[in-house]
């Protein structure tokens, strides 16, 4: 997609179930035919998305999924019912089983130094893999579902541990994005670094250079990557990773080889400081409203709550609408024994703070991993959302998509 362009999205619904479309991290309008998750397709109908792109829309990685908020579409007038809880979604089920793809906006070389900006880039779409013994992928129903715990198979690109390619001290520029379901990703590269330009679709404020990059559920990254002096050998990887005592344990997994070979080429500059476009620093201006989430989920782990409540339909957890303009500060707080990754749809937010420790402004981001409760102390994450235009519903949910499904969402209403 190109900033500044429409985009017209046919969608023909061949399941037997309801489904719809979420355009994840694009900042256009969440009413009408754009991205409004309230829509709902039922099994043989169609629809058609609008999506009007900003001529200053940030230029990075994105990516679309289901976001079926139910297996049927509500009865028309039905949303309206007072207190009426959604039944539980679909998204898990769906996006598992496929509905999920990468989308990227512009091309953010265009930002780099003009030496980089004809570097070799690379989409890598990380999802994972579960088969039953029929040799089925795994769904909800009746009498299975599926356990995001259980052993899986890591694909990228829906390839098993494929080969990338790369010349002696050539730099390439990578689009990372976990399109998976549920499940979180720790990548490293070993024996390089990652140079991080763009983190969830926008261009960054401070560049960094992390050994390590944690992608929840719905997390992208666009980073550099410049291969050795000489001819070898690597493996990009996820590293074992607990997300917390009541949540998945993953192992090590190899999930590519990088192969440096051919003839050398001439190495690049380093790229350092502010990525042109980042957006503004939020920390010093007014903030017209604070707001509390509290994230909770039963002790068996099968129902999820925001400020105490399911998600309904019809109802915000938020009595107050927030206002076209002003910008507000969320304290998101973590009751549980595992942690919830944050998404809020429509616009990227500034995290201010973690577990009480603040956070130099470097970037903006659309997804962020609040950590779990430990000795009874809630983990804790505040953030400021900027609500520059589009008013109408903003969602946001916990992103393993499970937690959504079964409760954990809400939205916020925006006037003007």
């Known amino acids: 997609m190109k900033p500044g362009s429409t985009v017209t999205v046919h969608l023909v619904n061949h399941l037997p179930v309801a489904t719809n479309l979420h355009f994840h991290g694009l900042h256009v309008s969440p009413e009408g035919q754009s991205d409004d998750p309230f829509l709902c397709v039922a099994p043989g109908r169609s629809t058609t998305y609008e999506l009007a792109i900003p001529a200053d829309h940030p230029q990075g990685t994105f990516w679309y999924h289901s976001h079926a908020m139910g297996t049927t579409c509500p009865a028309p007038g039905s949303q309206s019912m007072p207190g009426m809880a959604a039944m539980p979604g679909d998204v898990e089920n769906q996006i598992f089983a496929g509905l999920s793809g990468a989308l990227i906006v512009g091309d953010d070389r265009t930002l780099l130094p003009k030496p980089l900006r004809h570097i070799e880039a690379h989409t890598l779409v990380l999802k994972d893999l579960q088969l039953d013994p029929t040799g089925h992928i795994p769904q909800n129903t009746d009498t299975t579902s599926i356990n995001s715990n259980n052993p899986t198979v890591r694909l990228v690109n829906g390839r098993l541990r494929p080969v990338l390619s790369m010349k002696p001290n050539e730099t390439q520029l990578w689009r990372l994005a976990n399109a998976g379901a549920d499940i979180f990703y720790q990548l490293h590269l070993d024996g390089y670094h990652f140079t991080v330009i763009g983190e969830d679709g926008t261009p960054v404020a401070q560049v960094t250079t992390p050994d390590t990059l944690l992608l929840p559920p719905g997390k992208r990254y666009d980073v550099l990557v410049t291969a050795g002096a000489h001819p070898a050998q690597t493996v990009l990887r996820t590293t074992a990773y607990s997300n917390g005592p009541q949540g998945d344990s993953y192992p090590d ?123 009874g102390v809630p983990g804790q994450v505040v953030i400021r959302v900027a609500f520059a235009d589009y008013p109408g519903k903003w969602m946001f949910h916990c992103h393993i998509a499970a937690h959504e499904d079964n409760g954990m969402m809400s939205y916020i209403d925006v006037v003007h």
């Open 253 to 375: 997994t190899e999930l590519a080889t990088v192969k440096v070979a051919g003839h050398p080429v001439h190495r690049l500059p380093d790229v350092t400081g502010t990525i042109p476009t980042a957006p503004a620093d939020l920390s010093a201006v007014p903030v017209a409203q604070q707001r509390t989430l509290d994230l909770s989920e039963s002790a068996d782990g099968n129902t999820f709550y925001i400020n105490g409540k399911q998600f309904a339909m019809d109802s915000s957890v938020f009595d107050t609408p927030a206002k076209v303009g002003t910008v507000e500060e969320w304290t998101i707080v973590n009751h549980s024994g595992e942690d919830h990754p944050f998404h809020l749809h429509t616009n990227a937010f500034q995290v201010v703070s973690v577990n009480g420790v603040a956070q130099p402004y470097t970037h903006r981001q659309d997804t962020i991993p609040v950590p779990h409760a430990v000795d």
